[in-house]
């Protein structure tokens, strides 16, 4: 070992294991998120929203100014033309714009697959029943732009909402300081945006729910942010439809010993440098496997350029576990529900079954999360914080909704209010019961006519 190797500071990893006498207690700990600071944030999002409802474009500047150090005179001024969207199309390299143009195209055919029909069948009286599928009008779309910027969420957003065929889509994307992102830019002139506006936090997210002079009233919002985002849509939920509630970032890796352990080292690092909140897990029963990962993991560390947010994240919230089977590893996988699910497995497809709970399933030693988070096709947007128990990534049914149609016959109320009557009465509610029985008794006579 060289001195300078000798020298350099051990990534401090939680290793666990599933024979411990306490490894359920650990596991619960590690899984356990602090949500202290949310009554504070929840209530500047509480007082920001009101704000926005009562002084409309007026707080949406003072908010500006004051969090995003962003100063102008007018709301107008707020909103980004499509022509400055495109003209950054035509700024950025060749090779930016031919992986966003292809990203797009991915994306755009993956969500194709997704789009439902509306249908409707007969039954022996004649009755017409069935659903008819329509798209929302108007869609808010959140971009983050305060820490980093993402033009890949622009697309994995943008995009499917296009499929489902919303008529209007309305991003909030801030620019602090007045800093705009060309490749943010370009993906909304390719995703097609059709208005952009520079605010950001809480403040666009009560504008988009409730409307401003300039700002138009959305019937959902959707998009990753942070806490202030966070908790607005959660406020705002039942004006508008929200799509989830994000949390930090999760991949979760199912190992088996046979991939390359430097790829393994690399799929953590790539969740852990998102921020230091981000987690990220191997579960493997190949010991071997995990000290070698732990140590490319450590041998890599500095080389990386967010080296100190990844440090930071594997130390807080990340850990090596080892298991007795890839069966067990697929048991505390379901129990996690993580955002991202890695399968390093040299046969992943006979496991594929057995997960029940998952935002997203990379199947096999090629199959890198990276590729989800860009190019693959799925939408990144996915649950996090164990939601993946009940929800599922953003797409296409998330910009539809469904109204039931219902037709009913001469023939068709007249045998069917032989139903509604005994349980409506059960109920107390006579007029439901004899809304029913008049129309039986009209068709009735009919016939005997």
């Excluded at 607005?232 to 799509?243: E, T």
Aim: proline share 4%; with cysteine; hydrophobic share 45%.
């Amino acid at each position: 070992m060289t001195r300078r190797e000798a020298s350099r500071p051990l990534l401090d990893l939680k290793r666990l294991t599933t024979l411990d006498h306490d490894f359920n207690s650990e596991l619960e700990k590690l899984l356990h998120w602090d949500t202290s600071e949310n009554n504070d944030v929840e209530r500047v999002a509480r007082e920001v929203i009101a704000e926005i409802r009562s002084r409309g474009d007026q707080a949406l500047l003072e908010y500006t100014r004051d969090f995003d150090r962003l100063s102008v005179a007018s709301a107008a001024e707020l909103e980004l033309s499509m022509e400055e969207c495109s003209a950054a199309l035509d700024r950025v390299s060749e090779v930016q714009r031919s992986a966003l143009l292809k990203a797009a195209e991915r994306i755009r055919v993956y969500h194709q697959h997704q789009q439902e029909r509306s249908w409707s069948f007969k039954d022996e009286f004649g009755n017409e029943l069935g659903q008819r599928i329509t798209a929302l009008d108007r869609v808010g779309v959140y971009v983050p732009g305060g820490q980093a910027s993402y033009p890949s969420s622009v697309l994995m957003t943008l995009i499917p909402a296009k499929v489902a065929g919303v008529q209007e889509l309305v991003v909030a994307q801030p620019t602090p300081a007045g800093v705009r992102n060309d490749m943010v830019l370009a993906a909304l002139a390719i995703a097609g945006a059709d208005r952009v506006f520079t605010v950001g936090g809480a403040q666009a997210i009560a504008a988009l729910a409730y409307g401003t002079e300039t700002v138009p009233r959305v019937d959902k919002i959707v998009g990753p942010g942070g806490a202030f985002v966070a908790a607005a849509k959660r406020l705002v939920f039942g004006q508008v439809g929200i799509d989830l509630i994000a949390g930090p970032s999760e991949v979760l890796v199912i190992a088996d010993g046979t991939t390359d352990p430097e790829w393994t080292a690399l799929d953590l690092f790539s969740q852990a440098e998102h921020d230091a909140a981000a987690q990220a897990i191997l579960l493997s029963s190949d010991e071997h496997f995990t000290d070698e990962v732990a140590r490319v993991m450590d041998r890599l560390l500095n080389a990386q350029p967010r080296a100190e947010i990844i440090r930071a994240s594997l130390e807080g919230r990340g850990a090596l576990i080892q298991t007795q089977s890839i069966a067990e590893s697929v048991e505390i996988a379901n129990r996690v529900a993580p955002e991202h699910l890695e399968l390093h497995l040299a046969d992943a497809e006979p496991v594929v079954p057995d997960i029940r709970h998952a935002g997203a399933i990379f199947c096999g030693p090629y199959a890198g999360e990276t590729f989800g988070d860009y190019v693959a096709g799925p939408s990144h947007v996915l649950p996090t914080f164990g939601t993946a128990r009940f929800a599922s990534p953003l797409g296409v049914y998330d910009f539809q909704k469904r109204s039931s149609i219902i037709n009913i016959t001469a023939e068709g109320a007249a045998s069917l209010a032989d139903v509604v009557l005994p349980i409506a009465e059960s109920e107390g509610l006579h007029a439901h019961a004899r809304a029913a029985a008049v129309r039986a008794q009209d068709s009735n006579n009919s016939k005997n006519q």
